[in-house]
Protein backbone atom coordinates (compact mmCIF):
# COMPACT_ATOMS: atom_id res chain seq x y z
CA UNK A 1 0.00 0.00 0.00
CA UNK A 2 1.51 3.60 -1.00
CA UNK A 3 0.49 7.15 -0.06
CA UNK A 4 -2.18 6.93 -3.06
CA UNK A 5 -4.15 4.26 -1.63
CA UNK A 6 -3.82 5.86 1.87
CA UNK A 7 -5.15 8.85 0.60
CA UNK A 8 -8.27 7.66 -0.92
CA UNK A 9 -8.91 5.59 2.45
CA UNK A 10 -8.81 8.32 4.78
CA UNK A 11 -10.93 10.84 2.21
CA UNK A 12 -13.42 8.40 2.46
CA UNK A 13 -13.82 8.27 6.43
CA UNK A 14 -13.49 11.93 6.00
CA UNK A 15 -16.52 11.58 3.71
CA UNK A 16 -18.65 9.82 6.02
CA UNK A 17 -17.30 11.86 9.07
CA UNK A 18 -19.17 15.07 7.24
CA UNK A 19 -21.67 13.35 5.93
CA UNK A 20 -22.65 12.43 9.77
CA UNK A 21 -22.35 15.80 10.82
CA UNK A 22 -24.48 17.35 8.32
CA UNK A 23 -27.16 14.92 9.13
CA UNK A 24 -26.91 16.31 12.86
CA UNK A 25 -28.10 19.23 11.75
CA UNK A 26 -31.82 17.58 11.41
CA UNK A 27 -32.70 17.62 14.89
CA UNK A 28 -30.89 21.06 15.71
CA UNK A 29 -33.31 22.73 12.87
CA UNK A 30 -36.21 21.24 14.65
CA UNK A 31 -35.35 22.53 17.98
CA UNK A 32 -35.25 26.26 15.74
CA UNK A 33 -38.22 25.93 14.10
CA UNK A 34 -40.27 23.74 16.19
CA UNK A 35 -41.16 26.47 18.85
CA UNK A 36 -42.47 29.10 15.67
CA UNK A 37 -44.33 26.14 14.78
CA UNK A 38 -46.40 25.05 17.63
CA UNK A 39 -46.90 28.77 19.61
CA UNK A 40 -46.05 31.26 16.95
CA UNK A 41 -43.05 32.82 18.62
CA UNK A 42 -40.92 35.29 16.32
CA UNK A 43 -37.59 33.82 14.97
CA UNK A 44 -34.86 34.73 17.19
CA UNK A 45 -32.58 35.32 13.85
CA UNK A 46 -34.10 36.08 10.11
CA UNK A 47 -35.28 33.35 8.03
CA UNK A 48 -32.50 33.91 5.56
CA UNK A 49 -30.21 32.97 8.02
CA UNK A 50 -31.95 29.64 8.40
CA UNK A 51 -32.02 28.87 5.06
CA UNK A 52 -28.37 30.05 4.66
CA UNK A 53 -27.27 27.08 7.46
CA UNK A 54 -30.01 24.83 5.64
CA UNK A 55 -27.88 25.47 2.30
CA UNK A 56 -24.29 24.85 4.11
CA UNK A 57 -25.89 21.42 6.01
CA UNK A 58 -26.86 20.99 2.41
CA UNK A 59 -23.50 21.34 1.40
CA UNK A 60 -21.88 19.31 4.03
CA UNK A 61 -23.42 16.68 3.07
CA UNK A 62 -23.25 16.73 -0.67
CA UNK A 63 -19.33 16.84 0.30
CA UNK A 64 -18.93 14.42 2.09
CA UNK A 65 -20.69 11.93 0.29
CA UNK A 66 -18.68 12.90 -3.19
CA UNK A 67 -15.90 12.56 -0.85
CA UNK A 68 -17.18 8.84 0.32
CA UNK A 69 -17.79 7.63 -2.95
CA UNK A 70 -15.50 9.72 -5.64
CA UNK A 71 -12.19 9.51 -2.95
CA UNK A 72 -10.22 7.44 -5.51
CA UNK A 73 -11.53 9.99 -8.53
CA UNK A 74 -10.25 12.69 -6.08
CA UNK A 75 -7.03 11.36 -5.05
CA UNK A 76 -6.77 10.97 -8.98
CA UNK A 77 -6.82 14.60 -9.70
CA UNK A 78 -4.67 15.39 -6.15
CA UNK A 79 -1.88 13.53 -7.28
CA UNK A 80 -2.01 14.04 -11.19
CA UNK A 81 -1.17 11.67 -13.86
CA UNK A 82 1.42 9.08 -11.99
CA UNK A 83 1.05 5.66 -13.72
CA UNK A 84 -0.83 3.38 -11.07
CA UNK A 85 -1.17 -0.35 -13.00
CA UNK A 86 -4.15 -2.09 -12.56
CA UNK A 87 -2.74 -4.88 -10.49
CA UNK A 88 -1.51 -2.88 -7.83
CA UNK A 89 -4.66 -1.57 -7.12
CA UNK A 90 -6.28 -4.51 -7.36
CA UNK A 91 -4.02 -6.43 -4.94
CA UNK A 92 -4.46 -3.54 -2.45
CA UNK A 93 -8.43 -3.62 -2.48
CA UNK A 94 -8.59 -5.90 -0.08
CA UNK A 95 -5.88 -3.92 2.36
CA UNK A 96 -7.84 -0.93 1.79
CA UNK A 97 -11.14 -1.93 2.69
CA UNK A 98 -9.48 -3.95 5.73
CA UNK A 99 -8.61 -0.24 6.39
CA UNK A 100 -11.38 1.78 5.81
CA UNK A 101 -13.28 -0.55 8.33
CA UNK A 102 -10.94 -0.12 11.03
CA UNK A 103 -11.37 3.30 10.72
CA UNK A 104 -15.14 3.62 10.24
CA UNK A 105 -15.81 1.40 13.32
CA UNK A 106 -13.91 4.48 15.13
CA UNK A 107 -15.46 6.75 13.83
CA UNK A 108 -18.65 4.51 15.14
CA UNK A 109 -17.30 4.22 18.55
CA UNK A 110 -17.07 8.35 18.59
CA UNK A 111 -20.47 8.57 17.59
CA UNK A 112 -21.50 6.74 20.02
CA UNK A 113 -19.41 8.56 22.79
CA UNK A 114 -20.98 12.00 21.49
CA UNK A 115 -24.34 10.52 21.96
CA UNK A 116 -23.23 11.79 25.73
CA UNK A 117 -23.59 15.90 24.59
CA UNK A 118 -27.13 15.77 23.84
CA UNK A 119 -27.79 13.53 26.92
CA UNK A 120 -26.21 15.90 29.10
CA UNK A 121 -28.26 19.04 27.65
CA UNK A 122 -31.29 17.17 28.53
CA UNK A 123 -30.44 17.03 32.44
CA UNK A 124 -29.16 20.89 31.80
CA UNK A 125 -32.81 21.70 30.45
CA UNK A 126 -34.96 20.11 32.83
CA UNK A 127 -35.75 23.49 35.20
CA UNK A 128 -37.13 25.38 31.83
CA UNK A 129 -41.21 25.63 31.48
CA UNK A 130 -43.47 27.11 29.42
CA UNK A 131 -44.94 26.03 26.12
CA UNK A 132 -42.15 24.86 24.56
CA UNK A 133 -40.14 24.03 26.80
CA UNK A 134 -40.09 20.36 25.88
CA UNK A 135 -39.13 21.19 22.22
CA UNK A 136 -35.19 21.28 23.58
CA UNK A 137 -35.13 17.58 25.46
CA UNK A 138 -37.13 16.01 22.58
CA UNK A 139 -34.94 17.15 20.05
CA UNK A 140 -32.20 16.47 22.03
CA UNK A 141 -33.08 13.06 22.72
CA UNK A 142 -34.00 12.80 19.07
CA UNK A 143 -30.46 14.13 18.25
CA UNK A 144 -29.03 11.21 21.13
CA UNK A 145 -31.27 8.53 19.05
CA UNK A 146 -29.90 9.84 15.80
CA UNK A 147 -26.19 9.63 16.52
CA UNK A 148 -26.42 6.17 18.53
CA UNK A 149 -28.12 5.01 15.64
CA UNK A 150 -25.47 5.73 12.87
CA UNK A 151 -22.72 4.93 15.58
CA UNK A 152 -24.82 1.70 15.92
CA UNK A 153 -24.98 1.00 12.29
CA UNK A 154 -21.88 1.61 11.55
CA UNK A 155 -20.27 -0.27 13.82
CA UNK A 156 -22.58 -3.38 12.50
CA UNK A 157 -22.05 -2.55 9.02
CA UNK A 158 -18.33 -1.09 8.80
CA UNK A 159 -17.09 -4.35 7.23
CA UNK A 160 -19.69 -4.47 4.41
CA UNK A 161 -19.46 -0.69 3.66
CA UNK A 162 -16.19 -0.85 3.07
CA UNK A 163 -15.91 -3.79 0.87
CA UNK A 164 -18.97 -2.71 -0.97
CA UNK A 165 -17.23 0.65 -1.79
CA UNK A 166 -14.14 -0.40 -2.66
CA UNK A 167 -15.06 -3.42 -4.52
CA UNK A 168 -18.64 -2.28 -6.60
CA UNK A 169 -18.80 0.76 -5.54
CA UNK A 170 -19.38 3.55 -7.86
CA UNK A 171 -15.93 4.54 -7.48
CA UNK A 172 -13.05 2.00 -8.51
CA UNK A 173 -10.52 4.14 -8.36
CA UNK A 174 -9.83 3.63 -12.20
CA UNK A 175 -5.40 3.73 -12.70
CA UNK A 176 -3.96 6.43 -14.98
CA UNK A 177 -3.79 5.55 -18.73
CA UNK A 178 -1.46 7.28 -20.91
CA UNK A 179 -3.38 9.01 -23.55
CA UNK A 180 -2.89 6.76 -26.59
CA UNK A 181 -1.39 8.45 -29.42
CA UNK A 182 -3.31 9.85 -31.90
CA UNK A 183 -3.47 8.07 -35.95
CA UNK A 184 -1.38 8.96 -38.26
CA UNK A 185 -3.39 10.66 -41.17
CA UNK A 186 -2.40 8.09 -43.97
CA UNK A 187 -2.43 5.35 -41.55
CA UNK A 188 -6.18 3.70 -41.88
CA UNK A 189 -5.77 4.29 -45.85
CA UNK A 190 -2.35 2.60 -46.17
CA UNK A 191 -4.17 -0.65 -43.88
CA UNK B 1 6.04 3.79 2.05
CA UNK B 2 8.40 6.64 2.74
CA UNK B 3 7.64 9.34 5.76
CA UNK B 4 7.89 12.03 3.78
CA UNK B 5 4.24 10.30 0.95
CA UNK B 6 2.80 9.73 4.92
CA UNK B 7 3.18 13.39 5.73
CA UNK B 8 1.79 14.42 2.60
CA UNK B 9 -1.06 12.16 3.01
CA UNK B 10 -1.70 13.50 6.61
CA UNK B 11 -1.11 17.02 5.77
CA UNK B 12 -3.43 16.88 2.84
CA UNK B 13 -6.51 14.98 5.11
CA UNK B 14 -6.11 17.92 7.10
CA UNK B 15 -6.56 20.37 4.32
CA UNK B 16 -9.88 18.45 3.11
CA UNK B 17 -11.42 19.01 6.71
CA UNK B 18 -10.07 22.88 6.36
CA UNK B 19 -11.78 22.74 3.31
CA UNK B 20 -14.93 21.22 3.70
CA UNK B 21 -15.88 22.82 7.10
CA UNK B 22 -15.56 26.52 6.27
CA UNK B 23 -16.51 25.57 2.34
CA UNK B 24 -19.68 24.33 3.48
CA UNK B 25 -20.37 27.64 5.96
CA UNK B 26 -19.71 30.02 3.42
CA UNK B 27 -23.69 30.35 2.65
CA UNK B 28 -24.25 31.12 6.22
CA UNK B 29 -21.12 33.77 6.42
CA UNK B 30 -22.58 35.32 2.87
CA UNK B 31 -26.41 35.67 4.84
CA UNK B 32 -24.65 37.25 7.64
CA UNK B 33 -22.19 39.77 5.62
CA UNK B 34 -25.37 40.89 3.66
CA UNK B 35 -27.77 41.33 6.81
CA UNK B 36 -25.18 43.53 8.55
CA UNK B 37 -24.09 44.83 5.67
CA UNK B 38 -27.52 46.23 4.43
CA UNK B 39 -28.58 46.70 8.62
CA UNK B 40 -25.81 49.47 9.25
CA UNK B 41 -27.41 51.70 7.36
CA UNK B 42 -29.77 52.69 10.17
CA UNK B 43 -26.88 52.91 12.99
CA UNK B 44 -24.97 55.15 15.20
CA UNK B 45 -21.27 55.50 14.39
CA UNK B 46 -20.10 53.82 16.96
CA UNK B 47 -22.14 50.44 16.17
CA UNK B 48 -20.95 50.85 12.40
CA UNK B 49 -17.26 50.76 13.60
CA UNK B 50 -18.33 47.25 15.82
CA UNK B 51 -20.34 46.04 13.38
CA UNK B 52 -17.27 46.33 10.81
CA UNK B 53 -15.29 44.56 13.03
CA UNK B 54 -17.39 42.29 13.73
CA UNK B 55 -18.14 41.58 9.75
CA UNK B 56 -14.75 41.54 9.03
CA UNK B 57 -13.58 39.13 12.12
CA UNK B 58 -16.56 36.93 11.18
CA UNK B 59 -16.38 36.48 7.60
CA UNK B 60 -12.04 36.97 6.83
CA UNK B 61 -10.99 34.02 9.23
CA UNK B 62 -13.47 31.24 7.42
CA UNK B 63 -12.47 32.53 4.50
CA UNK B 64 -8.71 32.54 4.75
CA UNK B 65 -9.14 28.98 6.25
CA UNK B 66 -10.94 28.10 3.51
CA UNK B 67 -8.46 29.22 0.99
CA UNK B 68 -4.87 27.68 3.42
CA UNK B 69 -7.09 24.47 3.26
CA UNK B 70 -7.33 24.50 -0.42
CA UNK B 71 -3.90 25.56 -0.63
CA UNK B 72 -2.77 22.59 1.80
CA UNK B 73 -5.19 20.00 -0.02
CA UNK B 74 -3.12 21.01 -3.09
CA UNK B 75 0.55 21.58 -2.12
CA UNK B 76 0.65 18.68 0.50
CA UNK B 77 3.74 17.40 -1.35
CA UNK B 78 5.52 19.79 -1.72
CA UNK B 79 5.17 21.22 1.84
CA UNK B 80 6.30 17.80 2.92
CA UNK B 81 9.53 18.22 1.08
CA UNK B 82 10.21 20.91 3.35
CA UNK B 83 10.90 18.92 6.30
CA UNK B 84 12.44 16.01 4.25
CA UNK B 85 14.35 17.62 1.41
CA UNK B 86 15.22 15.48 -1.79
CA UNK B 87 18.96 16.37 -0.64
CA UNK B 88 18.98 14.64 2.77
CA UNK B 89 18.18 11.69 0.90
CA UNK B 90 21.60 11.03 0.15
CA UNK B 91 20.70 6.35 0.65
CA UNK B 92 17.63 5.87 -1.42
CA UNK B 93 14.99 5.10 1.34
CA UNK B 94 16.79 6.87 3.75
CA UNK B 95 13.01 8.17 5.06
CA UNK B 96 11.63 4.81 5.13
CA UNK B 97 8.68 4.58 7.24
CA UNK B 98 8.95 3.50 10.80
CA UNK B 99 7.39 4.13 14.50
CA UNK B 100 9.48 7.13 15.01
CA UNK B 101 9.26 8.67 11.16
CA UNK B 102 5.43 8.06 12.16
CA UNK B 103 5.39 9.99 15.29
CA UNK B 104 7.38 12.80 13.75
CA UNK B 105 4.92 13.13 10.62
CA UNK B 106 2.19 13.07 13.60
CA UNK B 107 3.68 16.09 15.60
CA UNK B 108 4.30 17.68 12.86
CA UNK B 109 0.73 17.21 11.36
CA UNK B 110 -0.62 18.32 15.10
CA UNK B 111 1.65 21.38 14.49
CA UNK B 112 0.35 22.44 11.21
CA UNK B 113 -3.00 22.30 13.00
CA UNK B 114 -2.34 24.17 15.80
CA UNK B 115 -1.29 27.14 13.64
CA UNK B 116 -4.28 27.26 11.51
CA UNK B 117 -6.47 27.16 14.75
CA UNK B 118 -4.16 30.57 15.83
CA UNK B 119 -5.59 32.40 12.60
CA UNK B 120 -8.77 33.53 13.78
CA UNK B 121 -7.18 34.83 17.19
CA UNK B 122 -4.47 36.56 14.93
CA UNK B 123 -6.98 38.42 12.84
CA UNK B 124 -9.18 39.59 15.62
CA UNK B 125 -6.07 40.76 17.72
CA UNK B 126 -4.56 43.00 14.53
CA UNK B 127 -8.28 44.27 13.60
CA UNK B 128 -8.64 45.33 17.15
CA UNK B 129 -5.42 47.33 17.24
CA UNK B 130 -5.49 48.50 13.70
CA UNK B 131 -9.30 49.05 13.06
CA UNK B 132 -10.71 49.75 16.57
CA UNK B 133 -7.40 51.16 18.52
CA UNK B 134 -7.11 54.68 16.39
CA UNK B 135 -11.19 55.53 16.34
CA UNK B 136 -10.96 54.71 20.05
CA UNK B 137 -12.22 58.18 21.03
CA UNK B 138 -15.09 58.29 18.35
CA UNK B 139 -16.29 55.13 19.40
CA UNK B 140 -15.95 54.73 22.70
CA UNK B 141 -14.97 50.67 22.37
CA UNK B 142 -11.77 50.06 24.89
CA UNK B 143 -9.54 47.81 22.72
CA UNK B 144 -8.03 46.18 26.34
CA UNK B 145 -10.91 43.83 27.77
CA UNK B 146 -11.74 40.34 28.44
CA UNK B 147 -12.11 39.24 24.85
CA UNK B 148 -8.90 41.00 23.32
CA UNK B 149 -6.87 39.36 26.41
CA UNK B 150 -8.67 36.03 25.62
CA UNK B 151 -8.14 36.03 22.22
CA UNK B 152 -4.46 37.21 22.71
CA UNK B 153 -3.47 34.31 24.68
CA UNK B 154 -5.40 32.11 22.77
CA UNK B 155 -3.16 33.39 19.89
CA UNK B 156 0.01 32.94 21.85
CA UNK B 157 -0.79 29.41 22.56
CA UNK B 158 -1.48 28.07 19.06
CA UNK B 159 1.45 29.93 17.79
CA UNK B 160 3.73 28.89 20.30
CA UNK B 161 2.51 24.93 20.01
CA UNK B 162 2.30 25.05 16.46
CA UNK B 163 5.64 26.80 15.70
CA UNK B 164 7.55 24.00 18.80
CA UNK B 165 5.16 21.29 17.30
CA UNK B 166 6.66 21.96 13.60
CA UNK B 167 10.41 23.05 13.90
CA UNK B 168 11.07 20.99 16.74
CA UNK B 169 8.94 17.76 15.65
CA UNK B 170 12.31 15.62 15.94
CA UNK B 171 13.48 16.47 19.67
CA UNK B 172 10.04 15.93 20.68
CA UNK B 173 9.66 12.48 19.33
CA UNK B 174 13.23 11.48 20.80
CA UNK B 175 12.33 12.70 23.89
CA UNK B 176 9.18 11.10 24.10
CA UNK B 177 11.21 8.10 23.15
CA UNK B 178 12.92 8.04 25.60
CA UNK B 179 10.41 6.94 28.10
CA UNK B 180 9.11 3.22 27.80
CA UNK B 181 11.90 1.83 25.55
CA UNK B 182 12.15 -1.72 25.93
CA UNK B 183 15.79 -3.29 25.75
CA UNK B 184 15.45 -5.98 22.68
CA UNK B 185 17.46 -9.09 24.83
CA UNK B 186 15.50 -8.20 28.01
CA UNK B 187 12.23 -8.16 26.16
CA UNK B 188 13.64 -11.81 24.78
CA UNK B 189 14.53 -13.17 27.80
CA UNK B 190 11.05 -12.12 29.41
CA UNK B 191 9.30 -13.59 26.89
CA UNK B 192 10.65 -16.56 25.59
CA UNK B 193 9.37 -18.23 21.96
CA UNK B 194 6.59 -20.55 21.96
CA UNK B 195 8.21 -22.87 20.08
CA UNK B 196 11.36 -22.61 22.13
CA UNK B 197 9.37 -22.94 25.76
CA UNK B 198 7.67 -26.49 23.78
CA UNK B 199 11.38 -28.18 22.23
CA UNK B 200 12.05 -27.68 26.26
CA UNK B 201 9.17 -29.48 27.43
CA UNK B 202 9.44 -32.11 24.90
CA UNK B 203 13.00 -32.26 26.03
CA UNK B 204 12.31 -32.29 29.56
CA UNK B 205 9.46 -34.92 29.07
Sequence with gaps: MNARHLTIVLARV??????????????????????????????????GWRVARLASALLMAAAGAGLLLRAGRLEGHLSGPIPVRLEQLEATRHLRAELACALFRILA???????????????EAVHLSGPTAWVDPVCN?????????????????????????????????????????APEPGAALAS | MPVRDLLAVLLRVVG???????????????????????????????????????????LLVPVLLFVLGLLLT???????????????????????????????????????????EAIGPLLRVL????????????????????????????????????????LKAEAIAAWIERFGRVDPEQAAAAHPPIDAGRSGEASDS
Design chain 1, 109 to 123: LLWIYWTIGPLVQIL
Design chain 2, 74 to 116: LRAPRIALWFYPARDEAVPGEFRMRASGLLRAGIRVLGVYALF
Design chain 2, 127 to 166: LRVLILKPHEEVTGIVISGEPFLENLASLTACLLAGLVLV
Design chain 2, 16 to 58: LWYLIRYGAALPSLVAQGCWLFFSSQQRAMTEDFALFYGTVAQ
Design chain 1, 14 to 47: LGLYFLFEALDWIPRFAAEILPVLVSGETLLVPL
Design chain 1, 141 to 181: VALALLRFGLGAWLLVRADRLAHRLEHDGPDRAPPWQPPRP
